[in-house]
């Protein structure tokens, strides 16, 4: 199934669950054990890098990159090209916050399944977490859409470099997929390098919108879903359906659905509980109630 693109979403008063700073279903599904971790990028607002959807969500100001725009014309590329190069200057030196190390720590202790991210940024494996599948990909990897080769995102980073000596435009604002807002001028004479094996398109391994997450990934995560004895979604609207139907797949399964998200979601109709708390704060308190420690460098 291919994801498309869906950018907004305004909730029917029947699907609403009313926030709580209830955290005891939460602590009593962990202490449980068995829990799948489904990770958004409200996880990640806490390491400086912005959502999608909340408030003060990048979607309000920027619309990410569509798999078919990229694929279609140069200019198009430049354009990715020159904001996520400057982009990746942050992002790439973003650090896991508490919320990546309580999940981190949940593992840790043996309370996990597994862990699912929506998330192209790497930290949940910065913070100790063992085995994350990445839904969309990651940030800092690149793949050719030639030759298939992967190669690191650092390597490309050096190239760019190389290309662009001087290159120095002042972006307005960071976007979570990793790209910077610039202007058309700023954006004009930027060079983009190809593939250094066979001179394809470069390409970073993440999951455009309107693009398709690969078949395996998808059924590896269902699988995770029908072993989990819980589903707990950290920071995530639910909006885009690559991280809904898994959250459905629970619900139908009859496995208990829990949400930390400080706005409503689209899964909110299929929870037993939606926690109003920012991640750090909430994660770090459930760890405290199960006597777990949470250690780990601090975001910056």
């Given at each position: 199934m291919r994801m498309r693109p869906t950018l907004s979403w305004t909730p029917a008063q029947d699907d609403l669950l009313p926030g709580t700073t209830d955290l005891e279903p939460v602590v009593d599904a962990l202490g449980g054990g068995g829990v799948l971790v489904l990770s958004g990028a409200g996880l990640s607002t806490e390491?400086?890098?912005?959502?999608?959807?909340?408030e003060g969500g990048s979607l309000s100001r920027h619309t990410p990159m569509t798999y078919q725009d990229f694929t279609g014309g140069a200019q198009a590329r430049r354009r990715y090209w020159a904001r996520s190069h400057l982009g990746w200057r942050t992002f790439g030196r973003a650090r896991p916050n508490a919320g990546h190390r309580a999940v981190a720590a949940f593992a840790r202790h043996?309370?996990?399944?597994?862990?699912?991210?929506?998330?192209?940024?790497?930290?949940?494996?910065?913070?100790?977490?063992?085995?994350?599948?990445?839904?969309?990909?990651?940030?800092?990897r690149v793949v050719c859409l030639s030759c298939g080769a992967s190669s690191a995102r650092r390597d490309l980073a050096r190239r760019l470099e190389e290309a662009n000596a001087g290159y120095e435009p002042v972006a307005?604002?960071?976007?979570?997929?990793?790209d910077a807002d610039l202007t058309d001028e700023q954006v004009a004479d930027f060079?983009?390098?190809d593939c250094s094996l066979c001179g394809g398109i470069l390409k970073p391994?993440?999951?455009?919108?309107?693009?398709?997450?690969?078949?395996?990934?998808?059924?590896?995560?269902?699988?995770?879903?029908?072993e989990a004895a819980a589903v707990l979604v950290l920071g995530s609207s639910?909006?885009?359906?690559?991280?809904?139907?898994?959250?459905?797949?629970?619900?139908?399964?009859?496995?208990?659905?829990?949400?930390?998200n400080r706005d409503p979601t689209r899964g909110d109709g299929?929870?037993?509980s939606r926690v109003s708390l920012p991640l750090g704060e909430a994660l770090t308190t459930v760890a405290g109630r199960l006597g777990v420690p949470v250690d780990g460098p601090s975001a910056g």
């Open positions: 390491s400086g890098i912005p959502d999608y959807r909340g043996g309370l996990l399944s597994g862990v699912i991210t929506q998330n192209v940024d790497g930290l949940h494996q910065a913070a100790g977490s063992e085995g994350v599948v990445e839904l969309h990909g990651a940030l800092d307005a604002a960071l976007n979570p997929d990793g060079r983009v390098v391994d993440v999951v455009f919108f309107g693009e398709t997450v690969p078949a395996g990934r998808v059924e590896h995560c269902r699988r995770l879903v029908g639910l909006t885009v359906m690559s991280g809904l139907r898994f959250v459905r797949q629970a619900a139908r399964a009859g496995t208990p659905v829990l949400i930390v299929h929870a037993v």
